[in-house]
């Protein structure tokens, strides 16, 4: 087979030409083939096909051959270890850093909701119109200690006020012990929420301590606040309001001796949940105990004064190890009139 100007030129030997002569020309003629029936110098070989089954196989295109895929490089098992250990120590890291900024995030977010529920007195109301002096600090109290046992003075809470939780409603007046000119109590009343909580005094009226501090002077303020701050998941919370509450207390009533009583215990053999223990208690009594000598507030030691040989609640005081009866309201009431403080008697 020969190309001649883009023609196919088929040589035939002519003493054998094709079966079918006009059949084999048509098809020629088609597809632009010339015949050449001159006789050939080289031996002809008869073709093992027909002319149109050339035509068609030339047609059919041959398949590509698929390309092999390349093999994966392999990965020892020494890489894989260092790898497990590269991530493990990625992990560690992580799991350190989200300690270290969550936790100290924590305490602030928490003081921050305990700080907006805590509301200044600045707009409550005008301060006592009475020209009153400003508290003087006795030369030689050491504030660093509890008050000492005195002699029995009923009189002392003629001009005092007291503020507390649900215990403290065993010294109202109603119950025929104590003399305090007011006595305002809350349930859920707390050193973050104790001057705008409506609390409630001794007749059954609503009031918040602010507005009881703004309505006349006073000589003694007591304070008796810790047991719904048990709970609290950072107690160091505690000490920073209790702080922040006795600087408002004193610019409210600047004049006024600053008392605050510490916890009573309570009987655990009766009366125990995950934080209501004597050991915390006795925790939160000691950051009385600080924010008392940093203010020179007298600190009153309930505890001891309400505490059984073994540090519990007495069971005379109590008939469920938690709440006071009016038999323990009766000796806490003695506890305090004979542990009142008489500044002039440490002046010289």
């Avoid at 890291?93 to 300690?99: D, G, R, T, Y």
């Avoid at 409603?169 to 305090?180: A, D, K, R």
């Avoid at 507030?297 to 190890?321: E, P, R, W």
Wanted: glycine share 4%; hydrophobic share 35%; charged share 25%.
């Amino acid at each position: 087979m020969e190309n001649e100007e883009n023609k196919m030129i088929f040589t035939f030997d002519p003493g054998e030409p094709p079966a079918d002569l006009a059949q084999e020309e048509a098809i020629a003629a088609e597809n632009e083939v010339v015949l050449d029936w001159t006789p050939s110098e080289e031996p002809f070989t008869a073709p093992d096909q027909e002319l149109s089954d050339v035509f068609e196989e030339d047609e059919e295109e041959a398949p590509d051959a698929p390309s092999e895929p390349q093999p994966k490089k392999p990965v020892t098992p020494m890489k894989k270890i260092k790898y497990n250990k590269y991530l493990v120590r990625r992990l560690v890291a992580l799991a350190l850093l989200c300690l270290i900024v969550l936790i100290p995030l924590g305490k602030l977010i928490i003081k921050a909701i305990n700080s907006s529920r805590k509301v200044t007195t600045e707009n409550v109301g005008p301060l006592p119109s009475d020209e009153v002096a400003v508290h003087k600090v006795p030369l030689y109290y050491d504030y660093s200690k509890p008050a000492p046992e005195s002699a029995q003075n009923d009189a002392f809470f003629e001009n005092a006020i007291i503020l507390g939780d649900t215990r403290v409603v065993q010294l109202l007046p109603t119950y025929n012990i104590g003399t305090f000119h007011k006595v305002l109590y809350g349930t859920a009343v707390n050193v973050s929420n104790a001057l705008t909580y409506d609390s409630v005094d001794s007749e059954g009226v609503s009031q918040t301590f602010a507005s009881a501090l703004t309505e006349r002077s006073y000589g003694k303020v007591y304070i008796c606040l810790g047991l719904n701050e048990l709970g609290w998941s950072y107690p160091e919370v505690f000490e920073e309001d209790y702080d922040s509450l006795i600087e408002e207390i004193k610019r409210l009533q600047p004049a006024a001796s600053i008392f605050l009583l510490n916890i009573v215990p309570v009987d655990e053999s009766r009366y125990s949940n995950d934080y209501i223990k004597n050991s915390r208690i006795e925790q939160y009594n000691a950051m009385i105990l600080s924010v008392a000598q940093k203010h020179s507030a007298y600190y009153i030691d309930c505890f001891t004064g309400m505490a059984d040989a073994s540090g519990s609640l007495s069971d005379s005081f109590s008939s469920n190890g938690f709440y006071i009866n009016e038999a323990g309201g009766q000796a806490w009431w003695k506890y305090l009139a004979t542990h009142t403080v008489d500044p002039e008697v440490y002046e010289n």
